[in-house]
């Protein structure tokens, strides 16, 4: 598998995804080796990440894009890419100072697929191909797949290659994009299109997903494969009182989890706050959307009533353990929700909206409330806090899926027969 994601690390939807898959196949079929593009010198890759990837059991094989190689030519060349980015990089640096959104103002425009490319990680994946001979190589998005300019013909022939999408890229940019937002790339949908079509399996995360894949690379075969969630051993419940509720947000910082938590806090908690019969209703943030939240510039919005601010947690069971239900409040953004498949792999009902219901498995849609208003949103959080057979009664449905609704076997079959049998 190759990325530029420090996956064991699991602070994001992506690496969660990448490190459950990774688990999977090396537990039950496979000898997963990783490469990861990184950087040294920096706080990207640490002693504490070499700790968490060997109790992991992870094989990580770790190359650093500020490293030179060795021939004169090629170093030549990688100087002129290298002092390119860092212009690039200095540039985009000063844009950041100057604004004080979560993502840089429209008027700038994300990295293009071009800007992803490193010349010199094509010989260095060139050296761990040879040295690991795989008979399959897992892309982790299409921004690295530069990366298969490393096999000769023959191995281009033999080895089977796939990309793990994660996101339709091109509609999820121009949801940033049309909501003020910077994504993280700038492409459009004939560029992913080419870049699929180099793959010959593309892994979809959701059915309407790979639906839109077939049509934009007919010649690859597309598959679905989702999020599967370890089950826990027992989820915990509190004992639940009248009128009292505790709501819970797990979060990454980015803009897609910023805009849903401000609108929540905005239309839906504030007013919430006004009835009498929410004193007992508590929200605890988590994450890294905490630092978000808490900045010298936000207005204020932490201080609301019954909110509760935790910050990054270490294991996740001592926020699951504490919260009653999970709200996700996203509108927009593609993918699947891996913050509400966790939650129910832990046991926990899902309130969410429309849009993130989408893609989910129908089998665990019965742990959800979903909501189209805030209004909704309101009266769905009253009844969960006063209709004292509600709430147990959807823990009991989320507990129950927690051990099989997101199973390795459910979720990542369709991915195991294709390793097997090759192309």
């Known amino acids: 598998m ?21 688990r999977f196949l090396a537990g039950d079929c496979c000898k ?16 504490r990440d070499r700790d968490l990837i060997d109790s992991s059991g992870f094989d990580v094989e770790q190359r650093a894009s500020d490293q030179p190689p060795r021939q004169l030519r090629k170093k030549l060349s990688w100087y002129a890419e290298a002092t390119k980015l860092q212009l690039q990089q200095w540039s985009s640096r000063r844009n950041d100072e100057k604004d004080t959104t979560l993502e840089r103002a429209l008027s ?31 892309i982790q998005y299409i921004k690295l797949d530069y990366l298969l300019e490393a096999l000769s013909y023959r191995q281009r022939n033999d080895i089977h290659c796939l990309v793990d999408t994660h996101d339709v890229l091109h509609l999820r940019a121009r949801q940033f994009r049309e909501r003020g937002f910077r994504h993280w790339i700038e492409i459009s949908r004939e560029e992913e299109a080419m870049s699929l ?27 679905i494969c989702g ?38 806090l905005d239309h839906v908690w504030s007013q919430l706050q006004r009835t009498r019969s929410a004193d007992q209703i508590e929200l605890v943030i988590a994450g890294g959307i905490c630092e978000w939240l808490n900045r010298p510039n936000s207005p204020g919005r932490v201080a609301m009533t019954n909110v509760v601010m935790l910050g990054r947690v270490e294991e996740l069971h001592s926020f699951y353990d504490r919260v009653d239900v999970i709200v996700n409040p996203v509108e927009f953004g593609t993918g699947l929700k891996i913050k509400s498949c966790e939650a129910i792999g832990f046991g926990k009902p899902v309130l969410t909206t429309l849009h993130g219901s989408e ?9 959800c409330l979903i909501c189209a208003t805030a209004g909704e949103f309101q009266e769905q959080l009253l ?38 049998h090759g192309k």
């Open 227 to 264: 999020h599967a969630v370890e089950p826990v051993v027992l989820p915990t419940h509190r004992v639940p009182r009248e009128n009292s509720l505790t709501i819970g947000y797990l979060a990454s910082a980015n803009a897609s989890n910023a805009q849903a938590i401000e609108s929540f």
């Open 108 to 138: 700038t425009t994300g990295p293009t697929l071009k800007e992803y490319r490193w010349p010199w990680a094509i010989d260095a994946f060139r050296e761990s191909i040879d040295g690991f001979r795989p008979d399959s190589i897992i």
């Open 383 to 420: 009844r969960l806090a006063n209709d004292v057979n509600l709430l147990p009664g959807l823990q009991a449905v989320a507990t129950k899926l927690s051990q099989s609704g997101f199973s390795d076997q459910q979720t990542y079959s369709q991915l195991k027969r294709v390793l097997l």
């Open 197 to 223: 079509a180099k793959f010959d399996t593309i892994l979809a995360i959701q059915p309407n997903e790979a639906n839109l894949f077939r049509e934009m690379a007919p010649d690859s075969r597309t598959i």
């Open 2 to 22: 190759a990325t530029d994601l420090p996956f064991w690390r699991r602070s994001t939807g992506a690496e969660q995804r990448m490190a459950s898959l990774v």
């Open 359 to 367: 893609g989910m498995p129908s089998a665990v849609l019965p742990a």
């Open 32 to 47: 997963v080796r990783t490469f990861y593009l990184g950087q040294t010198g920096t706080d990207q890759f640490t002693l």
